[in-house]
């Protein structure tokens, strides 16, 4: 593991520990000599988390769509600063030059790249570790809600089971590095499916 996708909000929230922990998110993954790879911006706990990682050291790679260097969001202080032509794109960049993906808190549009990272394991596109950290509780209702999705059999239990989920970076990057994913299929009742023809 040598870069982390760092997925997070361009807004700093409502409570200072989201402030901390982007700060101490992008602290610890310098002093292990892992590189962040996120969105590019320089607002929010974007900034934040990309500050504290050059602050300490750290290598970070933007990667941002042109139309949001235009509008002056881009972070000129990084290691590099990759501009690509759509939101797609830059989803798709951020994945290649990853080997695992982390949500901090954050909006919808964390939620949407999270979930993508999360699916394409489950669909064993890629074998990488996904993680939550969940600062001052903000993930639990998605967990439990994945719970819930797991428990309506819309979620194999082993999936469930694959995405890290710890309130402490320290944690989560030791069991990043002790994961180990097994290919399980994605269908819930593959029997089923193939009986009814």
Not at 135 to 145: I, K, P, Q
Not at 166 to 184: C, G, K, V, Y
Request: aromatic share 8%; charged share 25%; net charge negative.
């Amino acid at each position: 593991m040598k870069r982390v996708c760092i997925y997070c909000g361009s807004s700093p929230g409502s409570l200072p520990e989201y402030a901390a922990a982007a700060r101490r998110c992008g602290t610890v993954l310098a002093e292990r000599g892992l590189a962040v790879v996120y969105g590019g911006g320089n607002v929010g706990l974007m900034g934040i988390l990309a500050d504290a990682a050059l602050a300490a050291g750290g290598e970070v790679v933007g990667v941002i769509p042109h139309r949001m260097i235009e509008r002056e969001l881009g972070h000129e202080g990084v290691t590099s600063l990759i501009a690509v032509d759509s939101m797609h794109a830059r989803k798709q960049k951020m994945a290649d030059l990853s080997d695992a993906f982390i949500a901090l808190p954050g909006g919808i549009g964390t939620m949407e790249e999270l979930f993508e990272a999360f699916t394409w394991l489950q669909l064993d596109l890629h074998h990488k570790p996904v993680g939550l950290l969940n600062v001052a509780g903000f993930y639990d209702r998605l967990v439990e809600f994945l719970a819930h999705m797991r428990a309506e059999r819309f979620l194999k239990p082993e999936h469930f089971e694959t995405l890290v989920v710890e309130d402490n970076m320290d944690r989560l990057l030791d069991r990043f590095a002790r994961f180990n994913h097994q290919p399980t299929g994605k269908w819930m009742d593959s029997k089923q499916r193939s009986s009814r023809g």
